[in-house]
């Protein structure tokens, strides 16, 4: 009889377990914004009204996003004088002067960006001059054909609904139904300098102009005069006072 040995020096013994790992990448964005809490325009001298006084680099606005974005400012108050005008606060007239008018209208502020807004390649800009803030102050409108470059984006009801096709973003803009209408997702801690992008100083500028009738102050897309005289006839102007509004600015993802 013969025993034989069977060796098992190759066989391999194997347990196999697995873990399931998810990755959730939620959409971010996020915008940083350095300024004052109140910026103050004081018109104590008649060269100011005339030239208008400017608050360069007033407010700086970083922005970070995982996906594509629009950014867009626009005008705001209470509505305590009106839906879509300034708030005032103190009033120096003595009342019973027809022509002083209380209802300044948002747009009457004027803002400047730091570099153009590359993400409008396809907006519509008909009916428009310009689909953002980067074009330079104007000077005064008096002889001069006002401008409506820097006029502050607003809503007509005061609200905070987006710009339409033909009124100004700061960067992106409202889809045109093509692509280019957009700025793609980044951050300024990647794309430095302060020409990036995803960075932008913001200038102020109110021109009041001698009467004081704010001669640039447009409507949203640039094609109506809402000055003063435009809007409640010759000879009115606008009343001596303390008036408040805000600008807000809003980061929103591209539609």
């Not at 957009?182 to 997702?185: I, K, L, R, S, V």
């Not at 102050?217 to 949203?220: E, F, L, P, Q």
């Given at each position: 009889m013969i025993a034989g040995v069977f060796g098992t020096a190759n066989a391999q013994l194997i347990d196999e377990k697995d873990v399931?790992?998810?990755m959730d990448l939620q959409p971010v964005l996020q915008l940083d914004m350095t300024t004052a809490n109140q910026l103050e325009f004081v018109f104590d001298d008649i060269n100011e009204y005339y030239a208008g006084i400017t608050n360069y680099a007033a407010t700086i606005l970083k922005v970070s996003s995982t996906v594509s974005w629009d950014l867009y400012a626009v005008g705001r108050s209470s509505g305590s004088t009106a839906a879509g005008f300034w708030d005032q606060q103190i009033d120096y007239g003595s009342g019973n002067n027809t022509n002083a008018i209380d209802q300044l209208p948002l747009s009457l502020l004027e803002l400047?960006?730091?570099q153009p807004n590359s993400g409008d390649a396809n907006a519509v800009t008909a009916g428009t001059v310009n689909t953002d803030y980067s074009a330079a102050f104007s000077a005064n409108s008096v002889n001069i054909s006002p401008s409506s470059a820097n006029s502050l984006f607003t809503n007509s009801n005061g609200g905070i609904s987006p710009?339409?096709?033909?009124?100004?973003?700061i960067a992106g803009h409202?889809?045109?139904g093509t692509s280019g209408d957009?700025?793609?997702?980044g951050s300024y801690m990647t794309q430095t300098g302060t020409t990036s992008d995803y960075y932008y100083a913001m200038d102020y500028r109110?021109?009041?102009s001698l009467p004081a009738i704010f001669p640039n102050?447009?409507?949203?897309d640039g094609t109506t005069a809402q000055d003063i005289v435009s809007t409640n006839g010759a000879g009115t102007y606008a009343e001596p006072g303390v008036y408040t509004m805000y600008v807000q600015y809003v980061l929103l993802e591209d539609q």
């Open positions: 399931t790992v998810t400047r960006q730091s710009p339409e096709q033909t009124d100004k973003y409202k889809g045109a957009f700025m793609p997702g109110i021109l009041p102050a447009h409507s949203a």
